[in-house]
């Protein structure tokens, strides 16, 4: 038996070789021992999943354990973005939620999540006593299931639609008057993914000119990898400049992430939509602070600064991000990757109501995105961010940490460094405001460098001395 490892951010691996159905059900029995252990299993659990190969297959193992257990369990009658999955244990006020997807992974990829009931990423609490629950599941070799049939005659099996509660949910939170009005041009890109009959159905309802691509049901995601990076939305940036478009919108292949592409083509990165989104809910009236993670830009202290507001900085991690947005007086939350949530949304990340908020923004503001960046540039100053990677074993990521913590430099590219932050990784704060990060992932054998700077030409100059550092420490 391959030993399983439930992480922070779930169980992820490749389909048919780690990823089995056997594997499954032993994670699912273990989440269901947790959720027996803390009084949840009375409130029953929602079971999700997404486009990819075998992805209602588990799903469908995941609830006949948590049959078996005597949890109430409710489907989705079709695959469903995260977030909507997130939604749904508010909705049915759930002790939780399985969610089956590994989000913008490849599509050989699969994985399993679990949603607490405050449907937001799982804390590292809960998520070591999942894996301390596997590990007992290994041991006795039992789980229990029982089949969907017998489930449906004890009353605690049903299928569950959270298409139109997550969409009113979705509009209490819109402007509707102002988007209606605005009739936006949008081209969608849903990536073959989950977002597919959400996002464009929403946007439609809000009286925006709709064009959908990638819309089929495609568990290889048309070949790659349904991540919402531009390289891989070559189509999407080509259709949003032949048709006049006001906005191009992507999400990832469960919808927790997003891209945004201008009227001309430009894209513009998570560093870039965190500042204009939050100067723009200032703006509608909006009060309270942000919170990022360690990687995201500082453009945002800038306006926080400037209207009194506190800036909470977390480690990498949507889950750290989620609990200030449920705990702390912040209206908006984001990580560089492209997952964004706000104050009285869910606490999860939700690429779909991030790009409806986008183009909220775009109808009210009635300026292209680029214009309104420029204009924050102007006032804030510029803030031009970047990350490059370098291939390190996972034995060996420790000890090169440690050797770059031991070895802080006094200048960076010629520039003083003035304060040194261990909250994830290595990072150093540089006398101009500048900063590089260097950390270890926690999914791929490399240690991420990232760098924000004022200038594009010092930033190649910060992420080239960032490689240099490393490799240095590798090769000590």
């Keep these: 038996m391959t030993t399983i490892q439930f992480g922070t951010d779930g169980w992820r691996a490749i389909i048919d070789r780690d990823f089995t159905l056997t594997n499954v059900k032993i994670v699912a029995q273990a989440i269901a021992d947790y959720m027996k252990n803390h009084n949840l299993d009375g409130k029953g659990i929602i079971v999700g999943y997404d486009t990819r190969k075998g992805s209602q297959h588990f799903a469908e193992g995941v609830c006949r354990v948590m049959l078996g257990n005597a949890i109430s369990t409710f489907v989705t009658e079709r695959d469903a973005p995260t977030p909507v999955t997130a939604f749904e244990v508010l909705n049915e006020k759930a002790g939780g939620a399985v969610m089956i997807t590994a989000s913008h992974n490849p599509p050989e990829w699969n994985g399993i999540k679990y949603i607490p009931d405050y449907a ?47 969409t009113e949910f979705v509009e209490k939170q819109i402007d509707l008057a102002t988007m209606k009005k605005a009739k936006l041009k949008v081209v969608i890109d849903p990536m073959h993914g989950t977002a597919r009959g959400y996002l464009d159905y929403i946007l439609r309802d809000l009286g925006c000119e709709i064009t959908i691509i990638h819309d089929d049901l495609d568990p290889t995601f048309g070949g790659a990898r349904p991540e919402p990076l531009p390289e891989f939305l070559v189509s999407l940036k080509s259709k949003v400049v032949s048709l006049k478009a006001d906005l191009g919108l992507a999400t990832d292949g469960d919808a927790d992430r997003l891209a945004v592409f201008d009227s001309d083509g430009t894209y513009l990165a998570a560093n870039q939509l965190l500042p204009l989104l939050y100067d723009y809910l200032i703006k509608i009236g909006k009060r309270g602070g942000v919170v990022r993670s360690v990687s995201t830009t500082h453009f945002v202290d800038q306006i926080a600064k400037k209207h009194g507001f506190p800036v909470y900085e977390v480690p990498v991690g949507f889950k750290y991000v989620g609990q200030y947005l449920r705990e702390q007086d912040v209206i908006i939350g984001a990580e560089e990757s492209g997952g964004f949530s706000f104050k009285g949304h869910i606490s999860e990340k939700d690429g779909i109501f991030t790009c409806i908020k986008v183009a909220e923004m775009r109808a009210k503001l009635r300026k292209p995105l680029s214009q309104l960046l420029d204009e924050m540039q102007s006032e804030y100053g510029s803030f031009y961010s970047g990350r490059t990677e370098i291939q390190c074993q996972e034995k060996q990521k420790q000890v090169v940490m440690e050797r770059l913590s031991s070895t802080i430099p006094d200048k960076i590219i010629g520039i003083a460094v003035s304060m040194v932050n261990r909250i994830d990784g290595l990072k150093l704060i540089l006398e101009d405001g500048g900063w590089l990060l260097i950390r270890p992932s926690g999914t791929e054998s490399i240690l991420r460098i990232y760098g924000e700077t004022s200038t594009k030409e010092t930033l190649k100059m910060l992420l080239k001395a960032g490689k240099s550092l490393v490799s240095k420490a590798l090769n000590e």
Excluded: C, M, W
Aim: hydrophobic share 30%.
């Design 120 to 166: 937001g990423p799982a804390l590292p609490d809960i998520t070591e006593e999942i894996t301390k629950n596997i590990d007992q599941v290994l041991k006795a070799k039992t789980v229990k299931e029982t089949s969907i049939e017998r489930g449906t005659k004890r009353h605690l099996f049903k299928s569950t639609d959270p298409k139109i509660p997550y």
